[in-house]
């Protein structure tokens, strides 16, 4: 009976290094499968962060293009503002000039003169009102547009200067404070030939960003601000009349004849602007053959003049667009996120704690597109709109990266 014990008591001592050897592949399994599971984790958090980083940054361009777009617009509406003022002025002073010649011309006739006494009164008094307002607002509005080319100096400053980098590392952080964007001395410590690609798209973007828009003046431009203001006049037809049309009628009896005709003119260079109105009104006499020729009726043509009441009155001197030639560009902003490996949250378990940094890239792109529909006259399918910052049409969306390229 003891002998047998004996045995069996052997026999149970020889499973324990079994059991134990099993425990250990059981924990190494486990530690493994936690380092794996906490790997993929922080990968997906740096690959969230660097999109997230990527897509603040594209938007971020986007609205300083669109702000660009918005206040060209601003100046441009302003400064055509200025010139429908100074064809009002013109207007009312050929009104008051009209109404004192024929003033002098009926004050011995009974009643009617006292009438046009009356009249021409009232013509004064709208006349000193409205050149006193212009000696307001013409100033005022050109001081408004000064503070628009220097808002646009300073968007154009905040794109030259790191503030993209440092927003996208903000975004980065508000995920994990580890986390890096764009650092190149962490992307060093990655395999060479992908520490090239993703260094080059850092570099490149870093000279793109504040080279993509410059600043034109109304010298170099080659006409591009005379043409937004031209169209922006014409697609007002009230507007064109008014300001570049006749703005005028025409009266035409048995022997005698009557005109208005009244007409805006614009100067616009790097150095100032004028808006020159004249009005004034005409007639002709029928002849036996004919009519005869215009002669003005007064003793001067009524004018008026922007720099009249501002002798600073600049007008749209300068204004920022897209850099180079017209073409289709856009931008792409690079958000390459790196994570160290010491920061990785794995366990140490003979050795299989995970030894490689984290990496991702991530794409986005800032474009210029006219949307269709409704609400913005679209294009026909074999035309297409060069960017520029006249319409904020600039958006921003994610893009695929690729790692064959360093555009």
């Not at 050929?94 to 009249?119: A, F, K, L, N």
């Not at 003119?265 to 004919?290: C, H, I, K, P, S």
């Amino acid at each position: 009976m003891t002998t047998r014990l004996f045995i069996r008591c052997a026999q149970r001592g020889q499973v324990a290094p079994v059991v134990l050897f099993g425990v250990l592949i059981a924990s190494a399994a486990l530690v493994l499968m936690f380092n794996t599971s906490q790997k993929v984790t922080e990968r997906s958090q740096v690959a969230n962060a660097a999109d997230a980083a990527a897509y603040s940054g594209a938007v971020w361009v986007a609205r300083h293009l669109n702000f660009m777009a918005y206040t060209n617009r601003a100046m441009v509406a302003n400064h055509a503002a200025v010139g429908h003022f100074v064809s009002y002025v013109s207007w009312v002073r050929y009104v008051h000039d009209s109404i004192e010649y024929i003033d002098r011309v009926t004050q011995w006739i009974p009643y009617v003169g006292q009438y046009i006494d009356m009249v021409e009164e009232i013509a004064e008094q709208v006349r000193e009102i409205t050149e006193q307002s212009a000696d307001i607002a013409v100033p005022a509005i050109d001081a408004w547009n000064a503070n628009f080319r220097a808002a646009q100096a300073e968007a154009q400053a905040s794109l030259a200067l790191n503030n993209l980098t440092e927003l996208m590392r903000a975004t980065a952080r508000a995920y994990d404070p580890d986390i890096r964007i764009n650092d190149r001395d962490e992307l060093s410590a990655l395999p060479t030939e992908i520490q090239a690609v993703l260094d080059g798209n850092v570099l490149t973007q870093l000279a793109a960003v504040p080279s993509f828009v410059s600043r034109y003046t109304a010298s170099n431009d080659r006409g591009s601000v005379q043409e937004l203001i031209d169209a922006s006049i014409d697609a007002n037809v009230d507007m064109q009349r008014w300001i570049t049309g006749e703005r005028g009628w025409r009266e035409t009896g048995l022997g005698f004849r009557l005109r208005k005709r009244g007409r805006t003119t614009m100067t616009q260079n790097a150095n100032g602007a004028d808006w020159r109105a004249n009005d004034e009104l005409q007639y002709g006499t029928r002849r036996v053959f004919g009519w005869s020729s215009w002669r003005r009726i007064g003793e001067e043509t009524s004018t008026a003049n922007a720099t009249e009441f501002d002798s600073d009155y600049s007008g749209v001197p300068a204004y920022y667009n897209v850099a180079g030639s017209p073409s289709e560009r856009g931008l792409r902003i690079a958000a390459i996120a790196t994570k160290r490996e010491a920061q990785i949250r794995t366990a140490d378990l003979l050795g299989m704690m995970s030894a490689s940094p984290i990496a991702v890239a991530a794409i986005a792109r800032v474009e210029f597109r006219r949307p269709g529909g409704n609400a913005f006259a679209a294009l026909a399918s074999n035309r297409r709109e060069y960017a520029h910052l006249f319409n904020p049409l600039w958006e921003a969306k994610l893009a695929t990266f690729e790692l064959a390229s360093t555009r």
